[in-house]
């Protein structure tokens, strides 16, 4: 899992040690590198670098990471607590999984192949799959440049962007006649607005006020109140 989806060495991811890991952000530093049991500088300058792991690994690590760890702690570790051997990794779980999967012998170190291959194929920049893997650019083309490009036909990708939409579907006759009825019964109803509750006697209107006169109250000539419902005030 984490070799297929981090394209790393082999000889860097079994020298990762819990301090090298951020599991807020994904960011892994690789700082060094295990050959023959001991822990070494890095083969090339652009071996050192960070990267952010993608989630399959991340799940991964948050799976296997003991409930308390320290510093200093691998990984990648065998039952003893040591970090594992790529050699007898291989020849333990790598192969034997080859083997039933029907799939020819391969080194381990192909692991690390597939990532760039898969990368390239599903059109990742070839710059960015250098950076990542600790590489550089001129090795990537030369190695897996019949890969770069992904696995599409020449042009096909532009041609698939640039095929237009296809228009909505016109609506139906019997469509347009129910939502012409909703809208005709939503008039009917007292208009496009929410009803307005009353409170006591005063109605609250988002609406600008009319200034045509209530009809429950007038003036009544010649008197000095005013009539309300048959009521003299």
Not at 106 to 124: A, C, K, P, Q, W
Request: charged letters at 25%; hydrophobic letters at 30%.
């Amino acid at each position: 899992m984490v070799q297929y989806w981090s394209g790393q060495r082999p000889s860097k991811a079994i020298d990762r040690r819990y301090k090298d890991y951020d599991p807020r952000t994904g960011n892994l530093a690789i700082t060094s590198s295990r050959t023959e049991g001991e822990s070494g500088a890095t083969k090339t300058t652009k071996s050192k670098r960070t990267i952010t792991l993608l989630p399959p690994v991340r799940e991964y690590l948050d799976q296997i990471r003991p409930r308390h760890v320290r510093p200093n702690d691998y990984i990648l570790k065998n039952q003893h607590g040591d970090p594992i051997g790529q050699d007898g990794f291989a020849a333990r779980h790598f192969w034997p999984a080859l083997r039933a999967l029907n799939i020819r012998h391969r080194d381990f170190y192909s692991t690390r192949d597939t990532f760039i291959s898969v990368m390239l194929m599903h059109g990742e920049p070839a710059k960015r799959v250098a950076e990542y893997c600790g590489t550089s650019l001129a090795m990537i083309e030369s190695s897996y440049g019949k890969w770069i490009g992904g696995s599409q036909g020449f042009g096909e990708a532009a041609l698939k962007a640039a095929k237009p939409k296809p228009s909505p579907k016109p609506k139906k006759e019997d469509e347009i006649e129910i939502e012409q009825m909703h809208v005709v019964r939503m008039a009917e109803r007292g208009g496009f607005e929410p009803p307005v509750p009353l409170l006591g006697v005063h109605t609250i209107s988002s609406r600008a006020p009319s200034t045509a006169r209530s009809p429950l109250r007038s003036r009544v000539p010649g008197s000095i109140g005013c009539r309300w419902d048959g009521f003299r005030l």
